[in-house]
């Protein structure tokens, strides 16, 4: 017999479906392949029965609407986030650039951080509440914002009685 992938002479080939596509293969090319599935005398040409359950699951997750604001806590970064970091540092007794090559960064961008004019990264904010001991970020809690007749969501009647 005949590999239908690799043409090699073979004693004895697989059926195989690739892209839907059944091929007579040799075992060194079946890999490529999922093997022929027998159900009753017919073959099965597609995923099973629980796959396809799971893959609509999945589907129905992640079409699902997220609202950003039904979380009630959140951590932000602090608005006096320089000031706080300045201080802490005078207080070590640490100059700009001993404190910015101690957490591996430029003292030009620790004094735009100090002075509010740039907001620091997530990983680097950890890196300086490491270094100096303090904590940087604070807990907001958002409050829901509309109160109207129906149950805290807002309708568009409640939209037009706003002035």
């Known amino acids: 017999m005949i590999c239908e992938m690799c043409g090699k002479e073979v004693p004895a080939t697989k059926p195989v479906f690739i892209d839907k596509t059944k091929l007579n293969l040799c075992g060194a090319c079946a890999k490529f392949g999922d093997e022929q599935r027998e159900s009753k005398g017919t073959a099965q040409k597609g995923p099973s029965a629980q796959a396809i359950e799971n893959r609509l699951q999945n589907r129905e997750r992640r079409m699902q609407t997220r609202d950003i604001y039904s979380q009630k806590d959140s951590r932000h970064l602090r608005d006096d986030y320089g000031d706080v970091i300045k201080a802490a540092r005078l207080d070590k007794g640490m100059s700009q650039e001993d404190f910015a090559a101690s957490i591996g960064i430029k003292k030009g961008?620790?004094?735009?951080?100090?002075?509010?004019?740039?907001?620091?990264?997530?990983?680097?904010v950890s890196r300086m509440e490491k270094a100096l001991g303090i904590s940087l970020m604070e807990n907001v809690t958002y409050s829901g914002g509309t109160s109207g007749s129906s149950g805290g969501k807002m309708t568009l009647q409640d939209f037009i009685r706003r002035e």
Do not use: Y
């Not at 961008?109 to 680097?124: C, F, T, V």
């Open 109 to 124: 961008m620790l004094s735009k951080i100090e002075a509010n004019n740039m907001i620091p990264e997530d990983k680097l």
